[in-house]
Nanobody, 125 residues
Framework: QVQLVESGGGLVQAGGSLRLSCAAS????????MAWFRQTPGKEREFVAA?????????DYADSVKGRFTISKDNALNTVYLEMSSLKPEDTAVYYC?????????????????WGQGTQVTVSS
């Protein structure tokens, strides 16, 4: 049974930083593309970042977070991270960790097979 468990969310002031973690189990972590999405009430789930198991762990980012967020992973710990800095109030959302067996990331949430329960990030102005 695949499980993705996020942690690290919380309340932070604008300009601050947070690091999200996602611990994965039940899958061959090194062979999955891992990604982060976020969602606010009434809106669709939005792609944030992905790290591909193929192509030397290349990464992709949404334009809105480029230069501020960094995705990384530790295959030995089966964990993917999202380092968030220079946070803005518009980054407030529930952040979800997700995995897909494809060789690269996708911005379409329907292409991801497994999801965590989400962790709330709130950025105050």
């Amino acid at each position: 049974q695949v499980q993705l468990v996020e942690s690290g969310g919380g309340l932070v002031q604008a300009g601050g930083s947070l690091r999200l973690s996602c611990a994965a189990s039940g899958l061959t972590f090194s062979r999955y593309t891992m990604a982060w999405f976020r969602q606010t009430p009434g809106k669709e789930r939005e792609f944030v970042a992905a790290i591909n198991w193929w192509s030397g762990s290349s990464t992709d980012y949404a334009d809105s977070v480029k230069g501020r967020f960094t995705i990384s992973k530790d295959n030995a710990l089966n964990t993917v991270y999202l380092e968030m800095s220079s946070l803005k109030p518009e980054d407030t959302a529930v952040y979800y960790c997700t995995a897909r067996g494809g060789v690269s990331g996708s911005t379409d949430p329907w292409e991801y097979a497994y999801w965590g329960q989400g962790t709330q990030v709130t950025v105050s102005s």
